[in-house]
């Protein structure tokens, strides 16, 4: 029932900017966070950027002052809005939901959206 709807990839030159939006819908509660991964061909998934229920945001030193990640609690939808793209910044992005649905201490279960290619290249 839960669901993840992501948009807002494609191909962008470099020094071009692009903004991610994903969307949760379903019987979804207790958010703890919602964030942000992406994967290259042959590299690990990585945190990008998350933004905890408290508004707490985290980035990877690689994205730091370029990305900027929000959320709006009321429509349960996460944004990323990527400036000054590198080449290196090409990959599929994924979208993330952690539920903690008996608190902080208890099990997590994430979720995840079905990845929005970005492409950065001249």
């Known amino acids: 029932q839960v669901q993840l709807v992501e948009s807002g990839g494609g191909l962008v030159q470099p020094g071009g900017s692009l903004r991610l939006s994903c969307a949760a819908s379903?019987?979804?509660?207790?958010?703890?966070?919602m964030g942000w991964y992406r994967q290259a061909p042959g590299k690990q998934r990585e945190l990008v950027a998350s933004?905890?229920?408290?508004?707490?945001?985290n980035y990877a030193d690689s994205v730091k002052g370029r990305f900027t990640i929000s959320r709006d609690n009321a429509k349960n939808t996460v944004f990323l809005q990527m400036n000054s793209l590198k080449p290196e910044d090409t990959a599929v992005y994924y979208c993330n939901v952690q539920v903690r649905p008996f608190g902080f201490l208890g099990d997590a279960y994430d979720y995840w959206g079905q990845g929005t290619q970005v492409t950065v290249s001249s």
């Open positions: 379903g019987s979804i509660f207790n958010i703890y966070a």
């Open positions: 933004i905890t229920s408290g508004a707490s945001t």
